[in-house]
T-cell receptor, first 113, second 107 residues
Framework: GAVVSQHPSRVICKSGTSVKIECRSLDFQATTMFWYRQFPKQSLMLMAT?????????EQGVEKDKFLINHASLTLSTLTVTSAHPEDSSFYIC?????????FGSGTRLTVV | KNEVEQSPQNLTAQEGEFITINCSYS?????LHWLQQHPGGGIVSLFM???GKKKHGRLIATINIQEKHSSLHITASHPRDSAVYIC?????????FGTGTSLTVIP
């Protein structure tokens, strides 16, 4: 079945640094990738939608200059958290629509210290 | 009011019990998803359905389009079923997530 590989699974970084999260579709082409964020004990919140070859669409309240999304190929979408701060500590997860529904990456637990 | 409401928020069951988690939605949907989130955070898509009923192993998902309601049933529950179960409604490519049901199955 369709698989989305997400890396890293956990990352700890210092405040002010940038972190890149990758999502790769392994056996299908993902023309669209959804990026979600989940704070503790809260539901998933859509941050942005990336489309291969075009600019990402950001949800209201999500800073596009802080959360850089690149979807340069049909199998890779990346989310870069720039100048990370402790309040960016969260669980980030990607999802891509496939033939049989949506496939989720395994998520990235980001901790900014 | 959330577009997707789930109940209960928390559920504790004895191993072997039959479990039901409910989901009501207020938007017009193209599909309803049931997701399982493991304690480590990873999410697995359990079902995507737009009508009727689907079964996979001990899991059964039903949906009533007229009543805008879906249920997830787990038969013969097991401690490894302990997870957060999330209901999500999609309208095309827009997702609306429920807040999740935290299930703990006690041996």
């Amino acid at each position: 079945g369709a698989v989305v590989s997400q890396h890293p699974s956990r990352v700890i970084c210092k405040s002010g640094t940038s972190v890149k999260i990758e999502c790769r579709s392994l056996d299908f082409q993902a023309t669209t990738m959804f990026w979600y964020r989940q704070f503790p004990k809260q539901s998933l919140m859509l941050m942005a939608t990336s489309n291969e070859g075009s600019k990402a669409t950001y949800e209201q309240g999500v800073e596009k200059d802080k959360f850089l999304i690149n979807h340069a190929s049909l199998t890779l979408s990346t989310l870069t958290v720039t100048s990370a701060h402790p309040e960016d500590s969260s669980f980030y997860i990607c999802s891509a629509p496939g033939i049989n529904g949506y496939t989720f990456g395994s998520g990235t637990r980001l901790t900014v210290v | 009011k959330n577009e997707v409401e789930q109940s209960p928020q928390n559920l504790t069951a004895q191993e072997g019990e039959f479990i039901t988690i409910n989901c009501s939605y207020s938007v017009g949907i193209s599909a309803l998803h049931w997701l399982q989130q493991h304690p480590g955070g990873g999410i697995v898509s359990l079902f995507m359905l737009s009508s009727g009923k689907k079964k996979h192993g001990r899991l059964i998902a039903t949906i009533n389009i007229q009543e805008k309601h879906s249920s997830l049933h787990i038969t013969a529950s097991h401690p490894r079923d302990s997870a957060v179960y999330i209901c999500a409604a999609t309208t095309g490519n827009q997702f609306y997530f429920g807040t999740g049901t935290s299930l703990t199955v006690i041996p």
